[in-house]
């Protein structure tokens, strides 16, 4: 168990690109959850997959941003038609969790995101 | 909506001193879970401690403990004999069931040798 592994860990692109990061949640967490942290704040979440089910959506994911999580194991963010205010930390978490349940969130160490 | 609230953006301590982090938070639900995470400088953010709000006894992990007063809606963080390590961010959260945390903006712990 290697702990929720993110790439990359840094990305620079220029304003109107596409980028797409990764995340490797623990093996036998079925939920993961993406957040966004930017200087100076707390993680804000931004999406929620339990298993392959992508069950929660905050209004902060607009429509340039689409989350996947094929066959219920690793997951992909991409950010379309990126824009200087996507720049930020993107956090992935994950859990093991059942009905009410959740045990903690175990967090990777980000991707630093930097529109330029 | 529920909001989480750290007053304090930074406080510093002397090695081996005591320190406590205050945290309030705003919610209508009576049952949920708050935490304290920790997140050193470009590491990760890691579990500090936990507690249910239908219990009634503050939690206590080593050297860290919290004192939670749920009519005031309030989680402090206590450390006790602060190490160099404790240096980082420490953010307040809440959560729902198996909803997603709501984070305050967090408190910077220094740590003075």
């Known amino acids: 168990d290697t702990g929720v592994s993110q790439d990359p860990r840094h990305k620079i692109t220029k304003r109107g690109q596409n980028v797409t990061f990764r995340c490797d949640p623990i093996s036998e967490h079925n939920r993961l959850y993406w957040y966004r942290q930017t200087l100076g704040q707390g993680p804000e979440f931004l999406t929620y997959f339990q298993n392959e089910a992508q069950l929660e959506k905050s209004r902060l994911l607009s429509d340039r941003f689409s989350a996947e999580r094929p066959k219920g194991s690793f997951s992909t963010l991409e950010i379309q038609r990126t824009e200087q205010g996507d720049s930020a930390m993107y956090l992935c978490?994950?859990?093991?969790?059942?009905?009410?349940?959740?045990?903690?969130?175990?967090f990777g160490q980000g991707t630093r995101l930097t529109v330029v | 909506a529920q909001t989480v609230t750290q007053s304090q953006p930074e406080m510093s301590v002397q090695e081996a001193e005591t320190v406590t982090l205050s945290c309030t938070y705003d919610t209508s639900e009576s049952d949920y879970y708050l935490f304290w995470y920790k997140q050193p400088p470009s590491r990760q953010m890691i579990l500090v401690i936990r507690q249910e709000a239908y219990k009634q006894q503050n939690a206590t992990e080593n050297r860290f403990s919290v004192n939670f007063q749920k009519a005031a809606k309030s989680f402090s963080l206590k450390i006790s004999d602060s190490q160099l390590g404790d240096a980082a961010m420490y953010f307040c959260?809440?959560?729902?069931?198996?909803?997603?945390?709501?984070f305050g903006k967090g408190t910077k712990l220094s740590v003075i040798p």
């Open positions: 978490a994950s859990s093991i969790g059942t009905g009410r349940g959740n045990t903690e969130a175990f």
């Open positions: 959260a809440y959560r729902r069931w198996s909803y997603q945390l709501t």
